[in-house]
C-alpha cells in the first residue's frame, strides 16, 4: 500500500467546474507539496503547506495534518488546466518524500 | 532569472556507452536531487545532494552515479547504460529538504537501445 494516495487517478470535467484533487498520507509529515506536470513534461511547484490553506488565483489548497489529507481544488477550470497533479509529502523523521502517482485532469472547452 | 537548467532534453544512446545529464541551479540552493518518472510508477528518486560534497542514495540509485563538487551543479552519470534506463529524468533543487519549494529542470527524455 502506498504511503501518499492521490484520488481520483482521472478526471474529466467540463470548462468552469469546480475541482477537487485528494491526497491522503498515513506517515507524519511536516509538510506538503503540490506540483503541476504538463504533456511535455515540466514540472512546477504550486503549493507547499504544513497548515490550513493556500490560494494562488484559482486555485486553492488545503491540509489537516492531524487527518492527514490534503486537497487540491480548482475554480472556474478552464482547458490550459489540463496537467498531471501530484501531491508529494515531506516524512517528519527524515524529511524524504513520499510521492503520490498523480491525477490526470483533462478540462474540456 | 531564477532556474534550474538540465541538459539535453532529449538523449537517444546505445546500451554500455556512457552518458552524462547536466543540471545547474542558480539560486544558491544547498539540495539537489534526480527523479526518473516511469509510466504508472511515477517519480522515484535516483540520488540526492545535502550540500557541496554530500549525496546519497535515493530509490533507485542502482546503475546511476552522482557528483556534488560544487553548489550549483549536480550531474547524473550514466557509466553503462541498459535499455531499463530509458525513462523521463529530473533534477531538482530547494534551500532544504525540509520545508522548501522545490525547483524542477524541464526533464531529460533518455532511450537506451
Known amino acids: 500500500k502506498n504511503e501518499v494516495e492521490q484520488s481520483p487517478q482521472n478526471l474529466t470535467a467540463q470548462e468552469g467546474e469546480f475541482i477537487t484533487i485528494n491526497c491522503s498520507y498515513s506517515?507524519?509529515?511536516?509538510?506538503l507539496h503540490w506540483l503541476q506536470q504538463h504533456p511535455g513534461g515540466g514540472i512546477v511547484s504550486l503549493f507547499m503547506?504544513?497548515?490550513?490553506?493556500k490560494k494562488h488565483g484559482r486555485l486553492i489548497a488545503t491540509i489537516n495534518i492531524q487527518e492527514k489529507h490534503s486537497s487540491l481544488h480548482i475554480t472556474a477550470s478552464h482547458p490550459r488546466d489540463s496537467a498531471v497533479y501530484i501531491c508529494?509529502?515531506?516524512?517528519?523523521?527524515?524529511?524524504?518524500?513520499?510521492w503520490g502517482a498523480g491525477t490526470k485532469l483533462i478540462i474540456k472547452p | 532569472e531564477a532556474q534550474v537548467t538540465q541538459n539535453p532534453r532529449y538523449l537517444i544512446t546505445v546500451t554500455g556507452k556512457k552518458l552524462t545529464v547536466t543540471c545547474s541551479q542558480n539560486?544558491?540552493?544547498?539540495?539537489m536531487s534526480w527523479y526518473r518518472q516511469d509510466p504508472g510508477l511515477g517519480l522515484r528518486q535516483i540520488y540526492y545532494?545535502?550540500?557541496?560534497?554530500?549525496?546519497d542514495k535515493g530509490d533507485v540509485p542502482e546503475g546511476y552515479k552522482v557528483s556534488r563538487k560544487e553548489k550549483r551543479n549536480f550531474p547524473l552519470i550514466l557509466e553503462s547504460p541498459s535499455p531499463n534506463q530509458t525513462s523521463l529524468y529530473f533534477c531538482?533543487?530547494?534551500?532544504?529538504?525540509?520545508?522548501?519549494?522545490?525547483?524542477f529542470g524541464n526533464g531529460t527524455r533518455l532511450t537506451v537501445t
Open positions: 503547506l504544513s497548515s490550513g490553506k
Open positions: 539560486m544558491n540552493h544547498e539540495y
Open positions: 506517515v507524519g509529515i511536516s509538510a
Open positions: 508529494a509529502a515531506i516524512m517528519d523523521s527524515n524529511y524524504q518524500l513520499i
Open positions: 531538482a533543487s530547494s534551500f532544504g529538504r525540509r520545508n522548501s519549494p522545490l525547483h
Open positions: 545532494s545535502m550540500n557541496v560534497e554530500v549525496t
